[in-house]
């Protein structure tokens, strides 16, 4: 029996999370989202490890950040359908959206050990979860939820994400901020598209979703229409 799994993939700022976290609520299913497991992971890294390269004798490498996370222990839990990270029993939502954590959350993110372990934690809450659950992510259709029936990929103009992020933070959407955040993202997409574990792109049976010019509501009603025709009842 195929998961009751609605799997949203993308890239950084396409919107994503919003995205998946409304129509986990319009649907009555529960939310998770896979960046915050990483981002998490990477805060517990760098609070435990420092600022330390990746370098011979690191201690940034995948398998020390996986024993980190099951000694603290880094997790998800269930709060109102929504899968919140937690480290060492401490709710962390707010922390890993710090631009420390950002800058290297691709960098944990591409560690193979890291890619499994965090797997494997989405595949085991989503399956404890009956009613359903939307994942947002990076490779929950092509791999982490390969046999999901419905895969959305969401895509958006490096400008237009570049502007999003930048009125989420609360700054200033200028030209030139929008051309260097757009520079940053684009970057980003690089990175992530070009990876040799798990690599940013659409599974062959996704829906692609262009929100350049959607507004969140009409993105939102589009996913929803297609979960009702694709899980009806």
Known sequence: ?????????????????????????????????????????????????????????????????????????????????VFRAEIAGVEVSGAIRSDRVTARVSEVAAMPEVRSWVNAQQRRHASAHSRGVVVDGRDIGTVVFADAPLKIFLTATADERARRRLSQKGQATGVERVRREGEALAARDAADASRPVAPLRPARDAVLLDTTTLSLEDQVARVVELARDCFPG
């Open 1 to 81: 029996m195929k998961p009751r799994v609605i799997a949203i993939d993308g890239p950084a700022a396409s919107g994503k999370s919003s995205t998946a976290a409304l129509v986990a609520r319009r649907l009555g299913w529960a939310h998770l989202d896979s960046g915050a497991l990483y981002r998490a992971l990477t805060l517990a890294a760098l609070d435990t490890y420092g600022e330390e390269g990746t370098g011979k004798g690191a201690a940034w490498t995948g398998q020390r950040i996986v024993a980190l996370a099951d000694a603290l222990p880094v997790r998800l839990v269930l709060v109102d359908d």
